[in-house]
Every structure is written in structure tokens, then in C-alpha cells.
């Protein structure tokens, strides 16, 4: 019995053995592939890093100013002033429209209307 229990033990502690070489590997993946998803979220914070700043700079006032001027002929773009805006009571607002507006004629949508006294005849 006591060879028995030794041989039960060895197996447990064999089995317990091999789970956690297992599982070393197993986080030493994880591990390696968490490092490579940090290097490609630092790649793209640095690719959109440069994006900004292109698109900062393409989209400079004079540059469009310059663009707007040479393609005039084709665009009709004007250059943007203060004398383009206006205060917000200037504005001439649409009058709110309500429910009762918009019916004007009741429609007849199911065909002709049935009497109810006449036993389901139409009229």
C-alpha cells in the first residue's frame, strides 16, 4: 500500500510537473506577443503622429488661399471673410411646421368603407 501511495504521489507530482512547464510556454507567448502588439501600437501612434502633421500642413490658410486663387476659374471659390458671416437674428429661420399643417384631404387607404348594419355588404 505504501509503494502504491509513492507511485500515486510521483504521478501527482509529475502531472503538477509537466502543467506548469506548460504553462511557462504558454505565458512566455502571451508575453512575446503582448511586447509585439506594443510595437505596432507605438508604429502607429508614430505613422499618425506624422499624419497630423501633414495635414497640418497641407491644410495652412495661405496654401489654400494660393489654391483657392489659382483655381478660381474652375472652383469660383472666394477667400472667406468677416463680411460672410452674419448675427443669428439676421437669419431667416423656417416657420415650425405642425401636424395639422401637414394633412391637408383625408385619404382613403382600404378601399370602400363597409356597414356594419347591412351585415358586411359594401355600400
Known amino acids: 500500500m505504501r509503494s502504491f501511495m509513492f507511485l500515486v504521489t510521483g504521478l501527482v507530482v509529475m502531472g503538477l510537473a509537466f502543467w506548469a512547464y506548460r504553462e511557462n510556454y504558454r505565458t512566455q507567448e502571451v508575453t512575446r506577443e ?3 502588439l506594443h510595437l505596432e501600437i507605438a508604429e502607429a501612434r508614430g505613422a499618425l503622429s506624422i499624419l497630423n502633421a501633414e495635414w497640418a500642413y497641407l491644410n495652412r490658410p495661405d496654401r489654400l ?7 478660381f476659374d474652375s472652383l469660383g471659390l472666394l477667400p472667406l471673410t ?12 423656417p416657420a415650425p411646421v405642425t401636424l395639422l399643417d401637414q394633412v ?3 385619404v382613403e387607404t382600404m378601399g370602400v368603407l363597409l356597414d356594419a348594419s347591412a351585415g358586411g355588404d359594401s355600400q
Open 34 to 36: 503582448i511586447r509585439s
Open 65 to 71: 488661399r494660393e489654391l483657392a486663387e489659382l483655381n
Open 82 to 93: 468677416g463680411a460672410h458671416y452674419v448675427r443669428v437674428d439676421q437669419v431667416a429661420w
Open 104 to 106: 391637408e384631404a383625408p
